[in-house]
């Protein structure tokens, strides 16, 4: 059974500092990996998606890495902001025949201080 | 405006009640869920539709029922509803398979 964890639960950073968001998986089985941040009251917005067969993606400040063989993705955030406080989470499209869903970690709450 | 748009954006209901929460979408997408967000335990899928005529339980479809009233609207029902109900609920789309789903702004609903 495919488990999603992100470590660490919460993050505090001042501002400017480079930081990253870790994500792991158990199967290696993934059809891509997607991160999303939600802040509250306003549902979750896609950041970034990295293909299994893609080792990065990029963004603006967002930098995602993936590691299918050893299960983990992280979501490196360059110079940041007291706008970049949210909560970031991982989901990784499971490959499992017909019974297609995403599996998701519980998240890394950001809060980057002025 | 939005591109996923939900209805009620927080509802306060009783036990026993039922309540129709609902979603459309203006991206022309054919896949549509829903999910449910409970502190502690992350996001889980209820149900998803692939296409209008498409309907497919999630991990935890018991004690709801949906209906995909044309490609741009799919709606999540409570039947009787219940306190263990009480959740943040988030429609989202897709088009296609392998890319992003994109998420409405969530309803939170409080059962009594």
């Known amino acids: 059974k495919q488990e999603v964890t992100q470590i660490p639960a919460a993050l505090s950073v001042p501002e400017g500092e480079n930081l990253v968001l870790n994500c792991s998986f158990t199967?290696?089985?993934?059809?891509?990996l997607q991160w999303f941040r939600q802040d509250p009251g306003k549902g979750l917005t896609s950041l970034l998606l990295?293909?299994?067969s893609q080792r990065e993606q990029t963004s603006g400040r967002l930098n995602a890495s993936l590691d299918k063989s050893s299960g983990r993705s992280t979501l490196y955030i360059a110079a940041s902001q007291p706008g970049d406080s949210a909560t970031y989470l991982c989901?990784?499209?499971?490959?499992?025949?017909?019974?297609?869903?995403?599996?998701w970690g519980l998240g890394t709450s950001l809060a980057v201080n002025p | 405006d939005a591109d996923v748009t939900q209805t009620p954006r927080n509802r306060i209901t009783k036990t026993g009640k039922r309540i129709m929460l609902e979603c459309s979408q203006t991206k022309g997408h054919d896949r549509m869920y829903w999910y449910r967000q409970d502190p502690g335990l992350g996001l889980q899928l209820i149900y998803y539709?692939?296409?209008?005529?498409?309907?497919n339980k999630g991990e935890i479809s018991d004690g709801y029922s949906v209906s995909r009233q044309a490609q741009a609207k799919f709606s999540l029902s409570l039947e009787s509803a219940i306190p263990n109900q009480t959740a943040l609920y988030f429609c989202a789309t897709q088009q296609g398979d392998y890319n992003e789903q994109f998420f409405g702004p969530g309803t939170r609903l409080t059962v009594l």
């Open positions: 990295i293909q299994s």
């Open positions: 539709s692939f296409d209008v005529k498409d309907i």
């Open positions: 989901a990784v499209d499971q490959n499992a025949g017909n019974n297609r869903k995403l599996i």
């Open positions: 199967d290696s089985a993934i059809y891509n």
